[in-house]
């Protein structure tokens, strides 16, 4: 992935969970020793929810899927997997932490045919190992081509599992997967969210994010996002378009809230969403033509930091998403850059874009200070003004 910085993180923005430690106490963990062959004949058999689709977010790579093979077979310990049973499903588990070893596991094992036949169509791509060193003579070997005395070593190793049953509620499962997830790579809250809020919305916009030449351009990726920024990223495009007046400060609790509704009226409204996404998309090329590099990112001192800002993007998408508003302001782009450069000299702007506002008054006054600005540049055009529970708020 190229490394593009990108402020006001997932990380920090989702993390509200819970406080109380009673919580805890209510739930029940416990911790399993399973084979590896037993982890992927439940993975095969639909009872740990990996999500296919998930491989286009495949962030390991073949070497390091390889490498992980290798130490099941040399015996050594690798790290536990955690998951969480279906409160809807029992016996069935949520993956909250170890989903790319247990992909990199099923890959290894779709050359098992014992494996493999449990899957009607074959969904994982088969795993060839490759780098190895301690091992190099089962490089460019799959399952089916070790030798046997390497494969009793991999089919009975065993790796410790632990599971969460009677889980209270899904803060809880977001704070558990955000404590462990704490070291130097942070995955995203939107790869639990796949699994929390399952839906046909929330699966055609992982599709249609993924594949999306838009979206890649913006995140300055080649292909679909390893960490689910696209898919966050255009979530929070719908979540503003729908449900503006419904941010109350919590941005995690309010993109769930966005999948559950538009998950909801999925069958009622898909033409109204796919038409919203190829107009998320015009919004994004829309905005490199107003600015050629970095078009989502702050000024100062009306030189951009060259760091793509959620909330910029936040107000370009939504706004730049409606075609009168694309076709005035694109008959006027020096007057809106120069606007725009103003705008970011504001203190009471800045503070609106920096680390994600938790005070639901910053989240208002930079779209209301962002639609007087395009007001002004053009007095035709005409926006909602958004309130602060109930009150508006003065923008001068």
């Not at 593009?4 to 009673?22: K, Q």
């Not at 037993?38 to 286009?56: E, H, K, V």
């Not at 596991?105 to 190895?132: A, C, H, P, V």
């Not at 725009?340 to 009471?348: A, G, M, Y």
């Amino acid at each position: 992935m190229d490394d593009l910085v990108i402020e006001n993180g997932m990380e920090e923005d989702e993390s509200d969970g819970i406080t109380d430690e009673n919580v805890f106490s209510d739930a029940v963990i416990w911790g399993t020793d399973w084979t590896t062959e037993t982890i992927a004949l439940q993975i095969a058999r639909g009872n740990i929810n990996l999500n296919p689709d998930f491989q286009r977010r495949d962030a390991w790579s073949k070497q390091n899927k390889s490498k992980l093979i290798e130490s099941l077979i040399l015996g050594i310990p690798v790290p536990p997997i955690v998951l969480a049973e279906d409160q809807n499903n029992r016996n069935h588990y949520i993956v909250i932490d170890g989903k790319q070893r247990l992909l990199s596991i099923m890959q290894f094992y779709m050359g098992n045919k014992k494996i493999s036949e449990e899957i009607k169509n074959s969904r994982y791509d088969l795993l060839k190992l490759t780098g190895l060193e301690v091992l190099p003579s089962l490089n460019k070997k799959d399952y089916s081509e070790i030798p046997d005395k390497y494969l009793s070593n991999i089919d009975n190793g065993t790796i410790r599992t632990i599971a969460i049953k009677n889980w209270p509620n899904e803060n809880f499962l977001y704070t558990v997967f955000l404590t462990l997830n704490t070291g130097s790579l942070k995955l995203s809250t939107q790869e639990l969210r796949q699994a929390l809020k399952p839906g046909p919305f929330l699966s055609y916009l992982d599709k249609a994010s993924a594949n999306s030449n838009s979206i890649m351009k913006m995140l300055n990726n080649s292909s679909s996002d390893k960490r689910m920024r696209d898919v966050e990223l255009a979530l929070r495009f719908f979540g503003f378009k729908y449900f503006m007046q419904e941010y109350k400060g919590n941005l995690r609790a309010f993109l769930d809230y966005t999948c559950e509704n538009l998950n909801k009226m999925w069958e009622e409204k898909k033409t109204e969403y796919e038409e919203y996404f190829k107009e998320l998309e015009n919004a994004i090329d829309f905005s490199f033509e107003l600015f050629e590099s970095y078009p989502f990112s702050r000024y100062l001192n009306k030189k951009s930091t060259k760091s793509f800002n959620r909330c910029i993007f936040e107000l370009f998408s939504y706004y730049f998403s409606d075609r009168e508003t694309r076709e005035k302001i694109g008959n006027k782009k020096e007057s809106f850059v120069e606007a725009f450069l103003e705008l970011n000299d504001d203190p009471l702007f800045e503070q609106s874009v920096l680390a994600y506002p938790k005070v639901t008054e910053k989240v208002v006054r930079r779209f209301n200070m962002f639609s007087n600005m395009l007001t002004k540049i053009d007095n035709s055009l005409s926006f909602q003004k958004f309130e602060y529970f109930g009150a508006s708020i003065e923008v001068v």
